[in-house]
């Protein structure tokens, strides 16, 4: 009955008393002290106190700050989290927490790097695959943004340094790996044609004979809309939020931008001219 109590009285309109009460109890009992020593795996089993969150949290962000990112446990105690009472008081360092550790997933599947040589299975690594990481890191960055604008002083200083270790794993290994791997396996191309010359990698500057021109020979309409430097991973989850909320039928394709890859010119390559 007591549980049952509590439950309901979270997920009410009073909650923010009940928060003050469990506030108080904390500081008069000295719970923080006790979480804190207390393991994680026996902390998941309960959310009647706000402080439990804020103690898996900071066990997770010590860890991190010291280079140990568990990132299975991290992701399954989210998981947890999400469902409890309070998620919403620390929900952004929850979930920075997690894409963090959805990161480390991702450098533990490629950690010798990407070592290819041929454009297109690199193209085809990053559209099925590689993608993922640049999805991550912006939602890190969204939910660690918003800890800056509402911080939690018990929290703030352990996410901030967590988030040197969130660059270095994209921008000094997944930006820098990848980068150099497809400079690489397409300076030839670039240098000679402009482009990459492989017919599996369709070009922007083709973009109104393959989609458009078919279409209009049938009598369609057909609505094109442009959004200057969408990122791909942006794509693929408007394509997925599309095929989940309405009953049309979302397809996602890439394609090579042409060189130099600024806005003037991908402008001009999306028109029907031949020249």
């Known amino acids: ?9 979270q997920r009410s309109d009073g909650s923010v008393d009940l928060e003050k009460i469990c506030r108080h109890v904390k500081h008069e009992l000295r719970l923080t002290e006790r979480f804190d020593k ?9 959310d009647i106190f706000p402080a439990i969150n ?4 900071k066990h997770y962000f010590t860890e991190i700050a010291e280079n140990i990112i568990k990132a299975e446990d991290i992701v399954t105690a989210v998981e947890n989290r999400r469902t409890s009472g309070w998620y919403s008081l620390t929900e952004d360092y929850l979930e920075s927490l997690y894409y963090i550790a959805k990161m480390q997933e991702f450098y533990l599947a490629h950690f010798e790097g990407f070592h290819i040589v041929e454009p297109v299975k690199i193209w085809q690594l990053y559209l099925n695959d590689a993608y993922k990481m640049d999805s991550h ?5 969204f939910r660690f ?5 509402n911080p939690n002083s018990t929290l703030e200083d352990a996410l901030k340094r967590c988030s040197d270790t969130a660059e270095g ?35 922007q500057r083709r973009f109104y004979s393959r989609y ?5 020979s049938k009598g369609s309409r057909i609505f094109v809309v442009i959004s200057d430097a969408l990122r791909y991973e942006v794509a693929a989850e408007l394509s997925e939020q599309l095929n989940h909320d309405t009953k049309g039928k979302a397809k996602l394709e ?3 931008a042409v060189f130099p890859s600024i806005t003037k010119f991908g402008m001009a390559a999306l028109l029907p001219g031949k020249e």
């Open 145 to 149: 943004s918003n800890t800056l604008r």
């Open 212 to 216: 458009v021109s078919p279409n209009v």
């Open 38 to 46: 207390t393991e994680i795996g026996i902390l998941l089993k309960s």
């Open 1 to 9: 009955y007591c549980y049952q109590l509590v439950h309901e009285w």
């Open 254 to 256: 890439a394609v090579q």
């Open 169 to 203: 794993l994209y921008r000094e290994w997944f930006l820098k790996q990848l980068t150099h791997t497809w400079t690489k396996a397409i300076s030839s191309d670039l240098e000679s044609l402009g482009y990459v010359s492989d017919t599996k990698i369709p070009e």
């Open 54 to 57: 804020e103690s898996i949290l």
């Open 137 to 141: 890191y912006r939602h890190f960055h």
